[in-house]
């Protein structure tokens, strides 16, 4: 089948704007972290309502930075959601801590209050808390619940979104970050944002730049770290992404409700269910009745770009090596197997998800 008959998972909205902006930071011969950054931190903190912001190299990084900022290390724990990609458990095992499991809601995707505070104990140096595929989590609640235990929000898949209490996403937490992979609607290529209060944030700078407490010669660097720096050259991307980013929520918010009533039609299937306001549909996210692999490999044999939602940390080895075993997580160990991800992307056609559910009501009969 050729590319063009082939309905990618995702596809990002680049183009002239964005090639204009860097070939901008080329020509000044200043391609390293610097004004472009600096510009991009305080357009990201405007359009979060003001909070203070540092930009890093990716979304994986913003969790590392954020998590070194609340001194998490040895004999520590750290609660995160079970159904996720890794980032936040793996900076935990870096920074010499354990990683703890809460299992997650099997409509939602996401830890929920009951949950989070049931592996929370006197070890426990801070909780991640995520809004998964741009669904809001019950973060107020969550933070009621675990009784002022420190909380990194992690809302990569939900800048411009809000949680229930109508905050904007990744502003609750201690701290909070940003992802802007190709799969976000807003990307550098790669990049990350922390947001959040003024001690802690002190900290993700000195850290994200060699542990560096002052300039010039001398005893300037106090602290350890490494670079985490975010390059000119991707934050100008990302000024020009985060322009965009009012139009691709309505858009993706479109396609997703458009999804959501076609599969209504389809028996033996769900879309990942939470609060529609504030939600900004990242991903489209499906659940079966059975094993998704099969299926998942129907549809891209037929040529629909579908992918793995997310994985079940309970199963990986890393987490059996370093994390609590006893945290048991039935409803992510489900999700994992029974979870898709659809093609999303502001550039898909009102056509091509007709195209995408009519091949998974097949590939289901099949």
Same mark, same amino acid.
């Given at each position: 089948?050729?590319?063009?008959?082939?309905?990618?998972?995702?596809?990002?909205?680049?183009?002239? !704007?964005?090639?204009?902006?860097?070939?901008?930071?080329?020509?000044?011969?200043?391609?390293?972290?610097?004004?472009?950054?600096?510009?991009?931190?305080?357009?990201?903190?405007?359009?979060?309502?003001?909070? %203070?912001?540092?930009?890093?190299?990716?979304?994986?990084?913003?969790? *590392?930075?954020?998590?070194?900022?609340?001194?998490?290390?040895?004999?520590?724990?750290?609660?995160?959601?079970? *159904?996720?990609? %890794?980032?936040?458990?793996?900076?935990?095992? =870096?920074?010499?801590?354990?990683?703890?499991?809460?299992?997650?809601?099997?409509?939602?995707?996401?830890?929920?209050?009951?949950?989070?505070?049931?592996?929370?104990?006197?070890?426990?140096?801070?909780?991640?808390?995520?809004?998964?595929?741009?669904?809001?989590? !019950?973060?107020?609640?969550?933070?009621?619940?675990?009784?002022?235990?420190?909380?990194?929000?992690?809302?990569?898949?939900?800048?411009?979104?809000?949680? %229930?209490?109508?905050?904007?996403?990744?502003?609750?937490?201690?701290?909070?970050?940003?992802?802007?992979?190709?799969?976000?609607?807003?990307?550098?290529?790669?990049?990350?944002?922390?947001?959040?209060?003024?001690?802690?944030?002190?900290?993700?700078?000195?850290?994200?730049?060699?542990?560096?407490?002052?300039?010039? %010669?001398?005893?300037?660097?106090?602290?350890?770290?490494?670079?985490?720096?975010?390059?000119?050259?991707?934050?100008?991307?990302?000024?020009?992404?985060?322009?965009?980013?009012?139009?691709?929520?309505?858009?993706?918010?479109?396609?997703?409700?458009?999804?959501?009533?076609?599969?209504?039609?389809?028996?033996?299937?769900?879309?990942?269910?939470?609060?529609?306001?504030?939600?900004?549909?990242?991903?489209?996210?499906?659940?079966?009745?059975?094993?998704?692999?099969?299926?998942?490999?129907? =549809?891209?044999?037929?040529?629909?770009?579908?992918?793995?939602?997310?994985?079940?940390?309970?199963?990986?080895?890393?987490?059996?090596?370093?994390?609590?075993?006893?945290?048991?997580?039935?409803?992510?160990?489900?999700?994992?197997?029974?979870?898709?991800?659809?093609?999303?992307?502001?550039?898909?056609?009102?056509?091509?998800?007709?195209?995408?559910?009519?091949?998974?009501?097949?590939?289901?009969?099949?």
């Amino acid at each position: 089948m050729s590319e063009k008959q082939f309905v990618p998972l995702a596809r990002p909205a680049v183009g002239s !704007d964005e090639i204009d902006a860097l070939a901008r930071v080329i020509q000044s011969r200043h391609v390293a972290a610097g004004s472009e950054s600096a510009a991009f931190e305080r357009e990201v903190s405007e359009y979060i309502g003001g909070a %203070p912001t540092l930009a890093v190299s990716s979304g994986g990084a913003a969790l *590392f930075c954020a998590l070194a900022a609340m001194d998490v290390g040895p004999g520590d724990e750290v609660v995160v959601p079970a *159904f996720t990609f %890794p980032a936040a458990a793996q900076a935990v095992v =870096l920074l010499g801590a354990t990683p703890v499991a809460a299992d997650v809601d099997m409509i939602t995707m996401a830890s929920t209050p009951e949950m989070t505070a049931r592996v929370c104990n006197s070890k426990t140096k801070a909780v991640v808390v995520i809004h998964p595929f741009g669904v809001s989590a !019950d973060i107020e609640l969550i933070a009621d619940a675990v009784g002022g235990i420190p909380i990194i929000e992690d809302a990569a898949c939900s800048l411009g979104g809000f949680t %229930p209490k109508g905050n904007p996403s990744g502003t609750v937490g201690t701290l909070g970050i940003y992802s802007f992979h190709p799969r976000k609607l807003v990307t550098a290529g790669e990049g990350g944002v922390v947001t959040g209060r003024p001690e802690q944030m002190n900290k993700v700078r000195v850290f994200r730049d060699y542990g560096r407490t002052g300039s010039g %010669p001398g005893d300037i660097f106090t602290e350890v770290g490494l670079n985490f720096r975010l390059s000119d050259l991707l934050a100008s991307v990302g000024r020009v992404q985060l322009k965009k980013l009012g139009d691709a929520i309505q858009r993706h918010a479109h396609l997703g409700q458009l999804y959501t009533r076609l599969l209504a039609d389809v028996p033996g299937v769900y879309v990942q269910g939470g609060p529609l306001a504030g939600r900004v549909w990242q991903s489209l996210i499906v659940v079966l009745e059975g094993d998704a692999a099969p299926i998942r490999q129907r =549809l891209i044999d037929g040529g629909i770009g579908v992918g793995l939602a997310a994985h079940a940390l309970t199963e990986q080895t890393f987490y059996k090596r370093f994390g609590a075993s006893w945290a048991k997580c039935p409803n992510s160990e489900r999700l994992a197997r029974t979870t898709l991800a659809m093609p999303l992307f502001s550039e898909l056609s009102e056509s091509d998800v007709e195209m995408a559910v009519t091949a998974l009501s097949k590939a289901l009969g099949g």
